[in-house]
C-alpha cells in the first residue's frame, strides 16, 4: 500500500480550556476573550479570594501584537502587553489532581510545570497552531482514498503531537507526508 498523509489547519479547533486542567486562568480584558470563565468581576476580587499558602498563583501577562502570547513572566515592550490575570490552581485542585493531601515543595514544582504546560498549549490555540490529518491511499480513485481523518493535534510534527499514536508508527513510516497549509 501506499499512503499520503496530509497535515491540515484545524480551523474549528476547540480551546485547550474546554478540556479539564489543573489551573483555572482568571483574566481580564477589554478586547480578548481569555482563559476561562470565572466569578471574579475584578482583580481585586481574585486577590481577596486567593490567600491560601497552599494555593498555587502565577500571574498571566499577555503580549498582544500580530497574535497574542501569555505568559508568566513580563514582556520587555511595555506598550503591546502587561498584565491579564492569574493562572491558579487550589489546595483542593492539587490534592485531587495528585492524589496527595499535602502540598509539599515537589508537589508545588510539579504544579508550577503543569500551569507552565497549560499555557504554552494554550499559546498554541491562540496562534492557530493546531493541525488535523487526513490519511489517504494512494492506490485507490481520487473519490474513495480518504480512508482516515483526526483533528485537534498541537503542532504540526506527526511524530510527536500524536498522530503517530492514531495513525500507526508503520502506516507513518510509509506515509508521504504533505502539509496543506492554505
Known sequence: ?????????DQD?????????????????????????HTFSEPGDFRDQFTSRDSIILPLYLYDHSGLVLATRPFSCPWDSGQVGWIYASKEKIGEFWNVKH?????????????????????QFLSGDVYGYILEDMNEPEEERKIDSCWGFYGDDPA????ADYIGSEILATSEIV????
Not at 500500500?1 to 489547519?9: G, N, T
Not at 502540598?103 to 499559546?123: F, G, H, M
Not at 510527536?160 to 498522530?163: A, I, S, Y
Open 1 to 9: 500500500m501506499s499512503f499520503r498523509l496530509k497535515i491540515v489547519p
Open 13 to 37: 479547533a476547540t480551546s485547550p480550556r474546554d478540556s479539564e486542567t489543573l489551573g483555572t486562568m482568571a483574566c481580564w480584558h477589554s478586547r480578548h476573550c481569555l482563559g476561562d470563565k
Open 103 to 123: 502540598v509539599t515543595t515537589v508537589v508545588r514544582n510539579k504544579t508550577v510545570e503543569v500551569l507552565e504546560s497549560e499555557i504554552a498549549i494554550y499559546n
Open 160 to 163: 510527536n503531537n500524536g498522530m
Open 179 to 182: 502539509h496543506c497549509y492554505a
